[in-house]
C-alpha cells in the first residue's frame, strides 16, 4: 500500500512560513549564523518594508532582554532558597544532634523542624513557580531594585570619573 503523492498548498500561513524556513535554514548547513546584512536582505526578498523589520529586530532584542532578566531572576531566587534550605538543614541538624547526645528532653524539636519544613516547603513552591500573577509582581519589584542599582552604580562611577579629572 502506497501513500498518495504529498499535494502542495497554494497559500502558506505566516506560521507554516517560518517553520519551513527555519528548517531550510537549518538543512542549509553552511552556517549557523546569520548577519544582520543577510536578515534584511531576506526580509527585501520577503517584501517586508524597512521600518516592519526594524521594528521587528527591535521587538526582538527587547523580548531577547527580558527572557536574560528572567533568567536572572531566577537565579537569583534559586540562589535564596537554597540559602534557607542550607540553614534550615544546619539548625535542624545541630537541634537534632543535640537531642540524640544529651539526655534532655527536645520533643518540641519535631513540632519546630515541621512548622520550619512547612515555610521552606511554601519557599520552594513560590522559588520554582515561574508563571502567574505573583511571580509577575515579584519579577517587576526585582527590576525595578536591579534598575535602581545599575543608575546607582553608574551615577557613582560617573561622580568618580569627574571628581578624579
Known amino acids: 500500500m502506497t501513500n498518495p503523492p504529498l499535494q502542495y498548498p497554494e497559500i ?3 506560521e507554516d512560513v517560518q517553520q519551513i524556513l527555519q528548517i531550510a535554514l537549518a538543512r542549509k ?3 549557523d549564523e546569520l548577519t544582520r546584512q543577510q536578515l534584511w536582505e531576506i526580509a527585501a526578498d520577503l517584501d517586508i518594508d524597512t521600518t516592519t523589520i526594524q521594528a521587528a529586530e527591535q521587538d ?5 532582554e527580558i527572557d536574560q532578566n528572567r533568567q536572572a531572576f531566577n537565579l537569583y531566587k534559586r540562589d535564596r532558597f537554597k540559602q534557607k534550605l542550607a540553614r534550615y538543614l544546619i ?4 537541634i537534632l544532634l543535640v537531642h540524640l547526645l544529651t539526655p534532655a528532653n527536645l520533643g ?3 513540632y519546630v523542624a515541621l512548622l ?5 516547603a511554601s519557599d ?3 522559588t520554582f513557580q515561574t508563571q502567574g500573577e505573583k511571580y509577575e509582581r515579584e519579577f517587576q519589584k526585582w527590576m525595578f531594585r536591579h534598575e ?3 543608575t546607582i552604580k553608574t551615577f557613582w562611577v560617573r561622580l568618580q570619573k569627574a571628581l578624579s579629572i
Open 116 to 120: 520550619w519544613g512547612l515555610g521552606v
Open 12 to 14: 502558506y500561513d505566516s
Open 148 to 150: 535602581v542599582n545599575k
Open 108 to 110: 518540641w524539636f519535631v
Open 91 to 94: 539548625v535542624n541538624t545541630f
Open 29 to 31: 548547513g553552511e552556517e
Open 60 to 64: 526582538w532584542l527587547e523580548r531577547k
Open 124 to 126: 520552594a513552591w513560590n
